[in-house]
């Protein structure tokens, strides 16, 4: 196993509020350049852990590395696109103070920023909305906003939590084109999901259920193993269902 | 350079949020208008008591614009005055006027010596002597919005500030974006201190509005330096954005940082000064010096009313100070909550 290979490095992980496990003995390499994707219903735990990878949040076991050094660190953060579950925006303000804040947050500088800026809206199709208030967009285009907001500073490692939630299948057939052409720049993308046919689309995949790592393997391998038809099949035999 | 990005991104938000800012400084405008009215209403009719008056002024005076009550002994006046069933009393030593007053609220005095200039104007040939003027309490010139001013400008200065610091860090907590902030590379204190920046700016902005309005358009007494005025307000400003950030911490929801304002602020009225503090029961008073707004009103009103400068507030301006450091510090330190580092 070379560190070189492996950006995402979760060791036996767990974590509990309380009584209540959350996540149980998980471990999991992702390597660089892959669109990883985390499957499991509402509640198994996915958030949980992406949050732990952005450095949001901390096992109670166990330990998360990110490049080879462990999670949370804050010279890793900004080499690390987060997108929360829920559209953390300013509503007060214009889609371009937004962006412009997060992009200072990020340390771009004015030109550069500009740049950016011009580049993720187009990537998200809201050029036109730029100078909106955030209050007028509808919620596919806010969720679209944060996902560009992700994108600012070009980190080496997205994590995307339920990024096209309430997303139209033709936009999100766009994001997903886009997914893929920053996985061919080099990007590693991690997303979570409840949605089948975006499973799919995913290098690997780790379906997580009741907080534990019930498979991990690539769509294909997954069904096959499985004898199953469909990759929701596939979970539910894996589940135990 | 975060940091200046965190303080324009919160200026832009009050900016956009107009009502707010009409909240913020149209209604402490308008109370204060308010209480000038209230304060400084004309209508009273003292109430005179009179010893030892000669016959021919007193039925003179009888018909005057007062509650006038005869005693036989000074002694009976002095009890009434003390009961507060007279607010002063006219004695005669041998056609020497005297007029004791009770004194402790300004407007009742200003009653009284205009009844008694206007009434004794006019028997003026019987009298011998001016009138020789007594106060138990308190002093000729000074108005009751003169006293409460200053305690009232630095309470709505600490009032507002902390509702609307409070509720803007509960927001960016509830919406999810105080944890999308903490997915970037900001520091824990740039949050604290950009906070504590852009809303000083919009602080100090309220505070000089509302002060100039209350000195300039209302008449508000103003012996010291109007800067220090400023100075004392953003201090306290300061203060009560970083408590009104730290308490939000522990509220879910707008109501319950409206939930905050009867423990947190309401009994800080109470040790301002605007009641008088040597009355307060033993088992309370040690409460005091853990009221920001104690020292802010007592360097207000040292500066409006005295006329003191920097050598008498600077321990006012340095227990503020100490308060501000450790809320920013606290709060600080709650961050952790969100992320460790």
Known sequence: MSQQNNIVSIRNVSKAFGKHSVLHEITLEISAGEIFGFLGPSGAGKTTLVKQLAGLDTPTEGANFLFGDKMPNIHLINKIGYMAQSDALYNELTAKENLEFFASLYGLKHKARKKRISEVMELVSLTDDLNKLVSNYSGGMKRRLSLAIALLHQPQLLILDEPTVGIDPVLRKSIWDAFVSLKENGTTIIVTTHVMDEAEKCDRLGMIRDGKLIAVGTPNMLVQETKASSIEEAFLIYGGA | ?341
């Open chain 2, 1 to 341: 350079m975060r940091l200046l990005a965190l303080v324009i991104r919160i200026l832009q938000q009050i900016i956009r949020d107009k009502r707010t800012i009409a909240l913020l400084i149209v209604a402490p405008i308008l109370i204060l208008t308010m209480l000038n009215l209230v304060f400084n209403g004309k209508d009273y009719v003292p109430k005179i008591g009179f010893v030892n008056i000669p016959d021919t002024l007193e039925t003179q005076l009888l018909a005057s614009d007062a509650e006038i009550t005869t005693y036989e002994t000074e002694k009976q006046a002095i009890e009434a005055l003390a009961d507060h069933e007279l607010d002063a009393y006219l004695l005669f030593d041998s056609m020497e006027p005297t007029v004791v007053l009770e004194g402790s609220d300004p407007s009742v005095n200003g009653s009284v010596i205009q009844w008694l200039q206007s009434s004794l104007s006019t028997v003026q040939q019987d009298i011998q002597s001016e009138p020789k003027i007594e106060y138990i309490y308190g002093s000729s010139t000074m108005s009751s919005f003169d006293y409460f001013g200053p305690v009232l400008l630095g309470f709505f200065v600490f009032f507002f500030t902390f509702l609307i610091a409070g509720i803007s860090f509960l927001r960016e907590r509830t919406t999810g974006t105080l944890e999308r902030l903490l997915a970037s590379p900001i520091r824990k204190w740039e949050i604290v201190l950009g906070y504590t920046i852009g809303f000083g700016i919009f602080a100090i902005i309220q505070a000089s509005i509302i002060a100039a309005y209350a000195i300039y358009g209302l008449g508000l007494l103003m012996e010291g330096a109007f800067i220090y005025v400023l100075l004392i307000t953003l201090a306290l400003a300061i203060t009560a954005l970083t408590l009104g950030i730290l308490l939000s911490t522990f509220a879910n929801n707008e109501l319950q940082i409206i939930q905050f304002i009867p423990l947190a602020v309401v009994p800080q009225i109470f040790f301002s000064g605007l009641f008088n503090l040597d009355t307060i029961s033993e088992w309370l008073r040690w409460i005091i010096p853990l009221t920001p707004l104690y020292y802010a009103a007592d360097a207000l009103r040292n500066i409006m009313v005295r006329g003191m400068g920097w050598d008498m507030i600077y321990q006012d301006v340095l227990f503020l100070l100490g308060f501000s450091i450790l809320f920013i510090v606290l709060n600080i330190f709650a961050l952790r909550r969100y992320r460790k580092i």
